[in-house]
């Protein structure tokens, strides 16, 4: 089976960077990925780690530690429209079959 | 537009009642998944479709029933509801080169039971 953690709740101040952490224990992995989600609306795709190491894209980050099962999303120069959930996802064995969601991790930025 | 279309956007109905929920997947996507998501919890799988054959089952409830047609369409059949039901239902599709990308969902449907 499989198993996502993720803090329930963060808060950070516009035009701060926060640093939102999942650890993962799984049967095999196959990637990694983070998502937004914005109340009520559809999760919107974030970004991917397959492979140890830090890939950027913008102001947004994700590590990926696999021999730790932990990953971060770092976002940098926060702006209120970041205030989301933010879910960590692994696939694990048999692509698309394996496929589960942490419980998310809601940013609050304070003006 | 994320490709991936869901209808209704919105439902209510009575306890009891039977409804069907639609999504056409991103064009070239084969899988379609479905996931249920109730107020402040997370995403919970329940089935998951790739051309036209069932391929896993998550935490879906006997009520609940789902197919994926010949033109890759899928629909969720929701029956003898219950208040607990009301929910977000979100389809999602993948496959067609979009694999190191995970899934695309659609908009959702929110069902309201009342």
């Known amino acids: 089976g499989q198993n996502i953690d993720q803090p329930t709740e963060m808060t950070a101040t516009e035009g701060a960077i926060v640093q939102i952490n999942c650890t993962y224990q799984t049967s095999g992995f196959n990637g990694l990925f983070w998502y937004q989600q914005h109340a009520g609306e559809a999760p919107t795709f974030l970004s991917y780690?397959?492979?140890?190491g830090l890939e950027e894209k913008g102001r947004f980050s994700s590590f990926l530690s696999r021999s730790k099962g932990y990953s971060y999303l770092l976002l940098k120069e926060l702006q209120m429209k970041d205030s989301a959930s933010y879910l960590c996802?692994?696939?694990?064995?048999?692509?698309?079959?394996?496929?589960?969601f942490g419980p998310g991790t809601r940013l609050s930025v304070l003006p | 537009d994320s490709g991936v279309t869901q209808t209704p956007k919105h439902l209510i109905t009575a306890t009891g009642q039977r409804v069907t929920l639609r999504c056409s997947p991103r064009?070239?996507?084969?899988?379609v998944y479905w996931y249920q998501q109730s107020l402040d919890q997370g995403l919970q799988f329940l089935i998951h479709y790739y051309n036209g054959e069932e391929r896993a089952k998550g935490n879906i409830l006997e009520r609940f029933s789902a197919q994926q047609f010949p033109d890759l369409h899928s629909e969720l059949n929701l029956s003898s509801l219950e208040l607990g039901d009301s929910a977000l239902y979100f389809c999602?599709?993948?496959?067609?080169?979009?694999?190191?990308?995970?899934?695309?969902f659609g908009s959702g449907t929110r069902l309201t039971v009342v």
């Open positions: 996802a692994v696939r694990g064995d048999n692509y698309g079959q394996n496929f589960v």
């Open positions: 064009s070239g996507d084969l899988s």
């Open positions: 780690n397959v492979l140890d």
């Open positions: 999602a599709s993948s496959g067609g080169g979009s694999l190191n990308y995970g899934y695309t």
